[in-house]
């Protein structure tokens, strides 16, 4: 029987057609994906499901998707698909992570323009018969500087566009090493510096726990009076209460939004303010992305149905179904590896090294490193996948090194990944035992045994009498309850580590009073 995909958001037609020539049923029911309760009606007959922003992939709807292998994002942002539920009931959610960079970027060119020239507000006035020109009065590009936070994919681009109308770009981005941003010909710098330089203010980074509200009051209040911001990337980069009293006092002389916190946006704080310039979503709408987006995910999907391969997967790697079973540990503890590291890594990342050692090394190394860096990255970067990683790194100019070496110690696998920053090395190894589980053996040098539960903290402290009790007592205080505890230190004396495994995320004021704890040098918490 053949495999039936459903459309659930407005694709380009294209992708119809490619299902079709590919011998895939599909149904384009595009009104579906805003219908919550027909979605849930028909999913459970799907083995495809292909979506953009509109239709929202809920706990509840992975729920009733009994048949459902594929979940296909015509786009990159996957924020409306519920990712760690399709992972658990085997459903591998893609995107396709280039196909609309182009155009999102000639968006946030286009919206920088607009409000420079106030062109909605002078289009309305002058289309009133008001003919007023001397109310409208503009800001000139060339030689402005352009603040971009966050210079990925789409950030790349448009600092390439900026650089042609002749502004200076700066950026804002961890992850931007100095070799590629010498290469994007663009200075990279500080966030408070980029709020004070910047004329104008892009954003384009994902929505994470770092980038929420990465524009507040206080954010604002570094800037220059009367500079511009833009969001293309997504709501909730920028705090729309303290934009709206900005635009209202003339501290910004103007912003301009594609993206709200709550879409569709009908009643937004910022709508009526001074100078606000809005679109209703339409970074990725252009005839040409939509083509792209739906011909990738077309493809995509039915390389995936109809052979089992996978392309641009965000929870799944891309190994052959064979080797699958085996690897499936080591793949995760690549990730874990790779994924505690970057917790730790506030600097750009200027090369990788990770060591095979024992039966690992005769393995799938490429998919191990691909799984390493997945993990690395995964903590800045949005749509990074097993696929991608290794060009993510490349085009961010980590070098990555392997070496592979016969069995040595105790373990009959050993690996180890070491993180190479402007500042420091950081390594961390582990293995797996013959219960399937990956550990971490090794931090920083550093020998214990630590399983990772889904909510750890990583504590480096001085090893002196009385910090165990210490710290125990400051957990329980609070209420946080430790499910596992894993100690080693260098010598007697010296600095040691602690892994502590918690049920549940630790609030702030907790952080803050254990990182008091006398002899506590560092308190981290780290999710996987
Ligand atoms: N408006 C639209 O229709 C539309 C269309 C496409 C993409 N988007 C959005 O645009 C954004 C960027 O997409 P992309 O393809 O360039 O993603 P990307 O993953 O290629 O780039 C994101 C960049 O943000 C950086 N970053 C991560 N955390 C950061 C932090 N705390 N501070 C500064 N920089 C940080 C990363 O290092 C990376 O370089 C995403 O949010 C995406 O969903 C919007
Ligand atoms: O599908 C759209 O129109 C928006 C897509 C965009 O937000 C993305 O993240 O790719």
């Known amino acids: 029987m053949a495999p039936k995909v459903l459309i659930s958001d407005k694709l380009s037609p294209a992708a119809v057609q490619i299902f079709k020539d590919r011998g895939v049923d599909a149904d384009f029911l595009p009104e579906v994906g805003k219908d919550k309760e027909k979605l849930l009606e028909l999913i459970g007959q799907y083995d495809g499901l292909a979506i953009r922003s509109a239709t929202k992939v809920t706990e509840k709807i992975i729920a009733a998707a009994d048949r459902l292998k594929v979940i296909g994002r015509a786009g990159i942002g996957v924020d409306n698909v519920d990712i760690p539920k399709a992972t658990a009931r085997g459903i591998i959610v893609m995107n396709t992570p280039f196909g609309n960079a182009i155009t999102t970027a000639e968006h946030a060119i286009s919206m920088m323009m607009s409000v420079a020239r106030q062109i909605p507000a002078a289009d309305a006035s002058t289309q009133a018969g008001k003919w007023e020109k001397s109310r409208f009065m503009g800001r000139e590009l060339t030689g402005k500087t352009l603040g971009l936070i966050g210079c ?96 209202d006092e003339g501290k910004l002389a103007g912003a301009a939004f594609d993206v709200f916190v709550e879409e569709p946006a009908k009643d937004n704080v910022l709508f009526g303010a001074p100078n606000f310039v809005s679109t209703p979503h339409l970074g990725a709408s252009t005839s040409e992305a939509q083509e792209n987006v739906a011909l990738q995910v077309a493809e995509q999907m039915c390389d995936y149905l109809l052979d089992g391969a996978v392309r641009n997967a965000l929870n799944m790697p891309s190994i052959s179904a064979e080797e699958a079973p085996k690897l499936a540990p080591f793949v995760r503890l690549a990730e874990q590896l790779g994924s505690f590291a970057g917790q730790l890594t506030e600097t750009g990342i200027e090369g990788i090294r990770l060591e095979y050692a024992g039966a690992i090394a005769e393995m799938n190394v490429q998919a191990l490193t691909a799984a390493a860096i997945t993990g690395l990255l995964t903590p800045l970067l ?42 420091q090395e950081r390594s961390v190894a582990g293995t797996v035992f013959a219960d399937g589980k990956p550990r971490i053996i090794q931090v920083k040098g550093i020998n214990m045994e630590a399983e990772l539960g889904p909510h750890m903290l990583y504590i480096t402290n001085e090893d002196k009498p009385g910090f165990i009790g210490h710290l125990g007592m400051e957990l329980g205080s609070s209420g946080v309850n430790i ?25 702030d004021e907790v952080m803050a009073r254990l990182r008091a704890v006398s002899h506590v040098k560092q308190v981290q918490a780290l999710k996987f």
């Open 483 to 507: 499910a596992t505890f894993h100690l080693g230190r260098i010598a007697p004396g010296e600095d040691a580590i602690c892994l502590v495994e918690v049920d549940g995320e630790v609030p």
């Open 382 to 423: 949005q749509t990074v996948n097993m696929v991608s990683a290794p060009t993510l790194a490349k085009e961010r100019g980590i070098r990555i090194e392997e070496t592979r070496r016969e069995k040595q110690g105790a373990y009959e696998t050993y690996m180890r990944l070491t993180v190479i920053t402007e500042r």
């Open 152 to 247: 990925g994919n789409i950030g790349s681009i448009v600092a390439d566009r900026a650089i042609g109308l002749k502004m200076r770009v700066i950026a804002y981005d961890p992850f931007l090493t100095p070799e590629r941003a010498l290469a994007l010909g663009v200075e990279k710098v500080a966030l408070d510096e980029l709020l004070s330089r910047s004329d104008f203010i892009t954003l384009h980074t994902p929505l994470t726990d770092k980038t929420r509200n990465v524009i507040s009051a206080d954010a604002i209040a570094k800037m220059k009076r009367g500079a511009f911001l833009i969001n293309c990337a997504r709501g909730g980069l920028a705090d729309e209460a303290a934009v709206r009293v900005a635009l």
